[in-house]
């Protein structure tokens, strides 16, 4: 995403980053740059911040098999993405799009809060934000709750703590 780094990737959270992918079974790439964030095997890392490392493992969490075969997602271009267009075709289109974007930006902020992140900074950037009520991100967490079980990284998040101060 095209912004300032919101929340630097220091050796503790990149830990639980890495771990977080490990659960949700995608693989992160530290040395390969944006350009197609999601290539169909792994995660783009170098040079991005924290929350979009986030989002991105929350995007592969919540795709279908079929959009995990596909560059970002089949979501067609993304903010860094400019230079490669082309090459990123959509699968999904218009209110579907808006539905796994607004499923994986509230699962992303979920774990963010697990990590003892400023979550509420992503939450307001993802425009979740109505009158400092956050109750639109709070139904939509509800109605990801599978997911988020499934994904579940309380566990996660102690062992981390336990290794390293945040």
């Not at 075969?69 to 979501?75: C, T």
């Not at 993802?126 to 988020?148: C, F, M, P, T």
Request: with cysteine; net charge positive.
């Amino acid at each position: 995403m095209n912004r300032k780094i919101m929340f630097k990737v220091t050796p503790s959270i990149k830990l639980k980053i890495t771990k977080l992918a490990q659960l949700v079974g995608v693989k992160l790439n530290w040395e390969r740059s944006i350009g197609i964030q999601y290539n169909g095997k792994d995660i783009a890392c170098k040079g991005q911040d924290a929350s979009d490392i986030i989002h991105d493992i929350a995007h592969y969490a919540v795709a279908s098999k079929k959009a995990r075969r596909n560059l970002d997602y089949g979501l067609g271009p993304g903010p860094g993405s400019s230079d490669y267009d082309e090459a990123i075709i959509p699968i999904y289109k218009g209110k579907k799009c808006q539905s796994i974007e607004e499923e994986a930006s509230a699962l992303g902020i979920y774990w963010e809060k697990q990590f003892g992140l400023p979550w509420d900074k992503t939450a307001l950037y993802h425009s979740w934000v109505d009158n400092g009520s956050y109750k639109n991100l709070e139904a939509k967490q509800k109605r990801i709750k599978k997911i988020i079980k499934k994904y579940d990284c309380s566990l996660l998040c102690r062992e981390c703590r336990s290794l390293y101060d945040v």
